[in-house]
């Protein structure tokens, strides 16, 4: 049955062809293979130390093109723009039982129907599972994951995958960590296969995520310093007075739920929380939080890290009594003993969270997030696939909060990674993905922008909609200061801002003092958090997907910061301008004033005539 489909559509394929040409015969020549990506060279700072043991095996993720291209696209605006004029029928079940005609604002996707608009091809999958079997490897072993347009194929050894993907799988060590993990340069698909997949993983994405300081200053986080009693602090009580949301009461914590996640062993420590909200949120009593556990993290409250302890005692002090979740991430590299029996770890974090997120009903409905690297040391394939399942959590109605970085508009000497030594703007990723509100820094008593505010414009992802007005108003303003050192058609980032320095964060019972990005994205999702609050205890929709509603009527909820620039690359950076800019977005929140701009859908009867 499926095989004879499949010869129609090869057959239509090759009568569409002009007729001088060889049809292409059935099935496809898997050997004629054409690169899918490759690197100029090992990136960064990464050392080959040789092949894995023989009989290794690894797990390969193969992200599918959906088979309706721009559905997902469509749909997160129908869903998320307040304005968008797609309406749909609503039925109210008895005693009311009327139809109403409303926007589709508001009315976000469950899990299955987010992986019906995602979903392959038929033939897509046939094929695939052809081209697997060529190779020995068995469907048994092969099961869709992340939503159901990726496909996770288990215990793949080391040789088959080589073969599969023209790749030379090594073992590749990280200098200054000895992280060890299984990867390629560079690697192939067939011909046929190019229209139909999108990206394989592991294979040429060498990161793991990092936080913001880590990846500014180095895995021994030097933003991060002991107080002093001279320091000029910023608590929960000054940030809610400054963002306008002290007298704010939740009432919806039944169902209101905020996500932090923690990748790199970072841990919440569940007494250091009780210490700091203790002190700088006296009317909390008994903060507590769920830890999700994800691919192995060891999690252990007693060895609490400064990014998990600042994202998490800083939502608590904006947004306590929201219930909050606390996924703790495993699944980086470890060091790699070549003689002992270990397993490879060949896992890649943020799927392996994104994996867990998409296949749960239950969500938070907003969650933050302050990891990320340079967009470059992406593979755009990949990073474009990354980006896809952050839309797919937009289009169920999740706000998903990034920092946006903490290396100006680019840290350490710039060069492009081709090899060509052109030095260009470095744009931070995930914070570059349009499905993601990403947050940049301000600092002082009259905000200005923090200097180390990453920020500017992505080189894989378009300029979306949502913000082309905002964007050309800058350019305006901008005139053709640094062109040619970042790109004008893409993406500019970051959508937000909100404080970034001198936060006191309490790690193992002592107070330090921590700056960057990574303070400001916990403090905007708290923000947001008490905003979907208020919506559901309002009975409306949560606030989904942000952007449309940001750049939207809530933009006049934000403080225009307009002084302050992001230095980097051997240049003053970007400045903050009125509207906005590539260093503090729209500005940073007030939350009354956004409380004014919330969208409220309005049901309207339908005529009947
Ligand atoms: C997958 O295939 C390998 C052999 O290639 C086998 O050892 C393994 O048990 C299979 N199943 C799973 C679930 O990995
Ligand atoms: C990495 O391993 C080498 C020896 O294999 C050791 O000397 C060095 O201290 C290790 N570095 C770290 C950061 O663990
Ligand atoms: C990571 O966790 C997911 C969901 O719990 C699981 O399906 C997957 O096999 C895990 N991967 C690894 C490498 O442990
Ligand atoms: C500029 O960004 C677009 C996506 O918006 C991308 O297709 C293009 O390759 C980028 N140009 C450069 C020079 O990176």
């Not at 007298?247 to 923690?262: D, L, M, S, V, W």
């Not at 706000?399 to 000497?413: L, T």
């Amino acid at each position: 049955m499926h095989y004879h489909r499949l010869s129609v559509l090869c057959a239509l394929a090759v009568i569409a062809r002009p007729i001088d040409s060889v049809a292409t015969p059935f099935p496809p020549n898997w050997n004629h293979m054409h690169t899918k990506h490759r690197w100029n060279t090992i990136p960064g700072k990464w050392e080959s130390i040789g092949r894995p043991p023989v009989g290794s095996t690894i797990d390969l993720c193969i992200a599918l093109k959906p088979h309706r291209e721009h559905a997902l696209t469509d749909t997160i605006y129908e869903v998320s723009n307040p304005k968008h004029p797609k309406h749909a029928l609503f039925f109210i079940p008895p005693p009311t039982q009327v139809t109403l005609l409303r926007s589709r604002y508001g009315a976000y996707l469950s899990k299955d129907q987010v992986a019906k608009l995602v979903a392959p091809h038929p033939y897509t999958l046939k094929l695939i599972e052809t081209w697997l079997r060529h190779h020995g490897v068995s469907p048994s072993n092969v099961s869709t994951s992340h939503g159901g347009n990726w496909l996770t194929v288990t215990g793949v050894p080391v040789s088959t995958a080589n073969e599969l993907l023209g790749a030379s799988y090594q073992l590749y060590r990280y200098a200054e960590t000895n992280e060890t993990i299984l990867r390629t340069v560079g690697y192939a698909l067939p011909t046929a296969l190019h229209a139909h997949v999108q990206t394989v993983a592991p294979t040429t994405y060498f990161g793991s995520p990092l936080t913001s300081q880590e990846r500014a200053h180095g895995h021994r986080g030097r933003a991060v310093a002991a107080l002093s009693t001279r320091d000029v602090r910023v608590t929960p009580a000054a940030l809610r007075s400054r963002y306008n949301s002290v007298t704010y009461q939740p009432a919806a914590t039944e169902q209101n739920r905020i996500g932090i996640t923690g990748f790199h062993g970072q841990y919440v420590g569940d007494k250091d929380l009780k210490r700091f909200m203790r002190r700088f949120r006296s009317d909390a009593n008994d903060p507590t939080f769920l830890v999700i556990d994800i691919n192995n993290s060891g999690y252990d409250p007693k060895k609490p890290g400064f990014e998990a302890n600042l994202d998490m005692q800083y939502t608590q002090g904006i947004a306590w009594p929201t219930p909050h979740v606390f996924y703790s991430i495993g699944g980086q590299a470890e060091e790699f003993i070549p003689d002992s029996f270990t397993p490879v770890n060949t896992n890649e974090p943020f799927l392996g969270w994104l994996d867990t997120m998409i296949r749960s009903e239950d969500i938070p409905q907003t969650i933050s997030t302050s990891y990320g690297g340079n967009e470059q040391t992406f593979p755009p394939d990949y990073a474009k696939s990354v980006c896809q399942l952050f839309g797919q959590l937009g289009a169920r109605g999740i706000s998903v909060i990034f920092a946006s970085g903490d290396s100006g508009v680019g840290g350490a000497d710039c060069k492009k990674n081709d090899g060509s030594g052109v030095v260009e703007f470095q744009p931070i990723f995930p914070a570059t993905c349009p499905w993601v509100t990403s947050v940049g820094g301000t600092t002082g008593r009259i905000e200005v922008a923090a200097p180390f505010s990453s920020g500017g414009f992505s080189n894989v992802f378009k300029r979306p909609d949502y913000q082309t007005d905002a964007v050309l108003g800058f350019f305006q303003q901008l005139g053709n200061q640094h062109s040619g050192l970042y790109n004008a058609s893409s993406r500019g980032f970051p959508d937000v801002s909100a404080q970034a320095t001198r936060f006191v964060v309490i790690l193992n019972n002592k107070d330090m003092l921590i700056h960057g990005t990574s303070c400001s994205a916990p403090v905007v999702a708290g923000i947001i958090s008490l905003l979907n609050d208020y919506q559901l205890s309002q009975n409306r929709p949560v606030l989904g997907f942000l952007n449309p509603w940001l750049y939207g009527i809530a933009s006049q909820g934000f403080n225009d910061i307009t002084h302050g620039s992001n230095p980097g690359c051997g240049t003053g950076g970007f400045s903050a301008v009125p509207g906005w800019d590539p260093v503090t977005g729209i500005g940073t929140p007030d939350f009354q004033r956004l409380l004014e701009r919330l969208p409220i859908p309005i049901p309207t009867p339908i005529p009947t005539n």
